[in-house]
């Protein structure tokens, strides 16, 4: 919810800046993009980023043995 609010306020004055949440990873995405034409100029974390945090999360379960 907070990411929705944070992107219809940005909107207001700055169509070149998106922010939205990742639904795989649940992490949180911010786009820089062209306002006349919409193409990507850039996006944190980039989409390969997002692509490996997720490939490790599910491969990375049971690498860690946890001791207390």
């Not at 700055?14 to 990873?25: H, I, Q, Y």
């Not at 850039?42 to 207390?68: D, T, Y």
């Amino acid at each position: 919810m907070l990411v929705e609010r944070l992107d219809e306020f940005v909107s207001t004055f700055n169509k070149g800046l998106a922010f939205r949440l990742d639904e795989d990873t649940g992490r949180s995405v911010i786009t820089v993009y062209e306002m006349s034409s919409g193409d990507i100029i850039r996006q944190i974390p980039e989409k390969e980023m997002l692509e490996l945090a997720q490939q490790l999360s599910l491969h990375a379960r049971g690498l860690v043995a946890e001791k207390v």
